[in-house]
């Protein structure tokens, strides 16, 4: 009886939504088509995750990756841009790896006002809904990320770079 | 979404460059507070605290509503734009990855397909 048809695979591209969603918490969302053994496996398997997490339109170089997915373990990311006089250095521990559903991390780089990122993958008829949860120590931490316009995952110094992709992304 | 974000940019260049303005803005990140409560805090005169909350309220960086005899300040509504541009830019690069990653699960599911099949033969 059920006329819709939203189960069929579509193959429009899938929405990324952010909200922040309390004074200290942002909540990123998105669904891949594939079930989350995979999407884990592309997440946690350093080779593949290098593949996608510099997206190639932001013109940054990753220099070098280092992560141990053990509780406890730790990563290390290291940038470079044209636009940056240094590279720049992001790191912290994992304190949850449970494979295919969820993985808990510290983001150190930034001393004590960094937050803690949880992913959890979600497996639905064969899609996984991703949902990363960056919980900041205090309001005033999440604010001073906001001001200071760094997006969490790249430093102020590229905050220019930020402007220009939104702005070639309003023109797109 | 770039034009609003420069529209009245000099009002809040100006507006910032002052640092009792800046310490005003930070406080109003934690709560809301009275002229009295600021002028209180930043030791100073109400006519001088009065005179700052106008530069901020003018650029649009706070607003103020007087209930009774009291006047209260909060962050004005330029200040939650910049909070939607800057999660905006957030979401971009989020989206960015995910594109990408998009594309590692499809070539995953491939070869999952295709090394099934070479099991079954």
């Known amino acids: 009886m059920d006329a819709r048809k939203e189960i069929e695979p579509t193959p429009m591209k899938n929405r990324t939504t952010v909200e922040r969603k309390s004074e200290r918490e942002l909540v990123t969302t998105r669904t891949f088509n594939g079930p989350a053994r995979i999407v884990f496996q592309a997440w946690t398997t350093p080779e593949l995750f290098q593949r996608w997490w510099v997206p190639k339109s932001f013109g940054l170089t990753l220099l070098s990756y280092e992560a141990d997915f053990r509780v406890g373990g730790r990563y290390r990311l290291v940038f470079s841009h044209p636009a940056a006089p240094e590279p720049v250095a992001f790191f912290g521990t994992y304190l949850e790896v449970t494979p295919h559903s969820r993985l808990v991390w510290t983001n150190e780089e930034g001393g004590e006002s960094g937050q803690v990122t949880t992913v959890t993958f979600e497996e639905r008829g064969g899609q996984t809904l991703l949902v990363v949860r960056d919980l900041y120590p205090s309001k005033e931490a999440l604010d001073e990320a906001i001001a200071s316009g760094a997006t969490g995952a790249l430093p102020e110094q590229f905050e220019q770079l930020d402007e220009i992709l939104v702005s070639l992304g309003a023109s797109a | 979404m770039v034009q609003y974000a420069w529209a009245g940019f000099d009002d809040s ?108 033969d």
């Open chain 2, 13 to 120: 260049f100006a507006a910032l460059s002052d640092a009792t303005r800046r310490g005003v803005l930070e406080q109003l990140g934690r709560a809301d507070a009275s002229i009295t409560d600021l002028a209180e805090k930043f030791h100073m005169t109400l006519t001088g605290m009065k005179k700052h909350v106008g530069v901020l309220e003018q650029a649009g960086l706070v607003t103020t509503e007087k209930v009774g005899r009291v006047r209260t300040c909060k962050l004005g509504r330029r200040r939650l734009e910049e909070e939607m541009a800057w999660i905006e830019r957030y979401r971009q690069l989020w989206d960015a990855r995910f594109d990408e990653l998009d594309k590692v699960v499809e070539e995953l599911k491939q070869k999952e397909k295709a090394d099934g099949r070479k099991k079954r």
